[in-house]
């Protein structure tokens, strides 16, 4: 009977969540901060203890796994859209699960002695060289991945913003696009496009801040409705220059629903 420690099993567990968290993050997108996926991943760790309890059910131990999958999600990436949270919790999970399914596989062909799986929960009895050798790897392994499918970092991409209006404040994700160029007609501002959705009816743009701002794409050219708001905020830094933000119907599909002027600075 293989001996497990606790220490080493939290460990492990933070370990492999991290970066399954870290593949969420840029699979989807997501604009978290580093520190949120080691709070996300510690707190799956700690979840990991469920290993030394009696054998679980099978039905028992899907349930568990889902809700605390959900629980690592929330605490990675906060509150979202129903919708959105569903799609991390569901990509979390399903990670997790082929995780645990690739461990059991390898399990059954080598039997390596060092090596338990309990309640879903997989326990490794390594030596920390060989724990650094398996970050480097995954590491090289996650960045392969992300140059193959053409995914770029998330934190170079995705952006915070925090866009007030009469007092009120509106938050959302924007895509930061170096190909995207708008900027507003007359001042030379840089644009921020967003669908209608994200303001929710709740900005009432008053009639003098109103701006005609035209577009042109590969996929056609048009107007759209702006405005100039009284303050913006990227990534918890309020911009240094005025920039507009050009509302859009219904032309995004995915989790982020804005793309912004790559030249805009903070």
Not at 39 to 64: D, E, H, K, Q, T
Not at 165 to 172: A, L
Request: aromatic share 10%; proline share 3%.
């Amino acid at each position: 009977m293989q001996t497990i420690y606790v220490d080493v099993l939290i460990f492990i567990n933070m370990f492999i969540d991290f970066f399954l968290l870290m593949c969420v993050k840029k699979f989807l997108n997501i604009a978290a901060r580093t520190r949120r996926v080691v709070l996300g991943s510690l707190l799956g760790g700690v979840c990991s203890l469920v290993a030394i309890i009696p054998r679980l059910n099978p039905v028992v131990n899907i349930l568990l796994a889902v809700a605390t999958g959900a629980l690592v999600v929330f605490a990675t990436f906060g509150r979202c859209a129903a919708k959105a949270y569903i799609k991390r919790a569901a990509a979390f999970v399903f990670a997790s699960i082929g995780f645990c399914g690739i461990s059991i596989l390898f399990y059954n062909l080598f039997k390596p002695s060092k090596m338990v799986i309990s309640n879903g929960i997989v326990y490794y009895d390594v030596s920390p060289v060989l724990l650094i050798l398996l970050t480097v790897i995954c590491y090289i392994v996650m960045r392969a991945i992300q140059k193959i499918t053409g995914r770029q970092d998330s934190k170079n991409q995705i952006a915070e913003v925090e866009v007030t209006e009469n007092g009120i404040v509106c938050r959302f994700k924007s895509k930061i696009d170096t190909g995207c160029n708008l900027t507003e007609p007359f001042s030379g501002s840089p644009v921020i496009i967003a669908d209608k959705s994200l303001f929710a009816n709740r900005i009432q743009i008053p009639q003098q801040k109103k701006r005609v701002i035209p577009f042109g794409s590969l996929g056609g050219s048009g107007l759209l409705e702006g405005f100039k708001p009284d303050k913006v905020c990227i990534n918890s830094i309020a911009a240094k220059e005025e920039i507009y933000i050009a509302l859009s119907d219904n032309t995004f599909t995915g989790e982020v629903k804005s793309l912004m002027n790559g030249d805009i600075t903070v």
